[in-house]
Structure formats: C-alpha cells, structure tokens
C-alpha cells in the first residue's frame, strides 16, 4: 500500500496548529526536566508528583487534539479516499467512491455558510473538513481546512482526476500534493 497523500491545502489553520504543538512540546519537555531535577534532589512529594501527573496528562490531551486538528482534511492513495477529522476518520476505497461534490457542511443538522466538499459513496455522502471560505454571515464549522474557492475548486478537480484516474485502471500522478 503507498502512502496517503493530502489532496487539500495547507493552509492558514495548519500554521497555526503546527505553532500549537510547537509550544506544547516545547510545554511537555520543560515538565519533563523539572520532574527530573525535582525527582533526583528529592524535592517532590505526592502532592508535587499529582501535580505533575495532572500537567503532563492535560500536555497529552493538548498535543493530540493539536495533531489531529493539525492532519484534518482528504487524503488519497492507489486504494481509496480518506476524510480526516478531528474526532474520527473515515477510509473509502475507490470501488465505492462514486463521486465528489460542494454543499452546505451541516452543524447541528443545519446547514452551514460555508460549503464542504462531500464524499458520494455506495452507502451515502459524507462531509469532509475541507470548506470553502465564505464572507455571509451565518453559522460557521472550523473543524478542518478553510480554502479559498479556487483553491477549494482545484481539489474538487483533483479528486475528480484522481476518481478517474482509478476507475480507467491507471496508476500514478494526476495528482498534485502539497
């Protein structure tokens, strides 16, 4: 099996999740060292060591959720299209792919200012993170990738390539990964 590729930009969102994770690293070795020096001088008691416990445990949940929020978006391999999203992912393999399209993302059932792109499978659609940026006013779902519209156009277009590329039976680079 190749590597997944991301088909959707980078963008704004991962700069500064990229920063987030950053500074929680840098967070997590800085307890890391104090813990350290404060267990070996034999200066930490249960209360300091509950503590710590605590820190580094809220520096783990910190650093994944940043990741997570940091790998959201679609990703493409020889076998299938893959939609990541905070809280969980979802795999397809493009016998069941039937298709890609742009529509309201939903938020609360409702829907959204902002068009997502949307998976067409066998079983249904599914929403992916990758919006399309919008200026009206009205309810907004940052979960993911926020693109310009042609920026958000050319991935549309190259999953459509990729689909294609698939279902002919050849192999390799109609796509462009950034």
Known sequence: MRRWRRISPWGAAQA????????GSTMTVTVLVAAS??????????????GLTGALLFLGLWLTGVLRMYLAGIYVNDEGVRLRHVFRTRTFPWSEVTGFEARPA????????????????????FESAVQRRSRDMGWRKNNGPVLSADDFDRMLARLDAERASRRHGQLGGAVVSR
Not at 16 to 23: K, R
Not at 37 to 50: K, Q, S, W
Request: proline share 2%.
């Open 37 to 50: 020096r404060g267990l070996a001088e034999g200066r930490i008691d249960a209360a300091a060591a509950l």
């Open 106 to 125: 939903l938020f609360l059932g409702g829907p959204t200012v902002r068009d997502a792109c949307w998976v067409r499978t066998t079983g249904g659609a």
């Open 16 to 23: 500064v999740t990229g920063f987030m994770a950053l500074v």
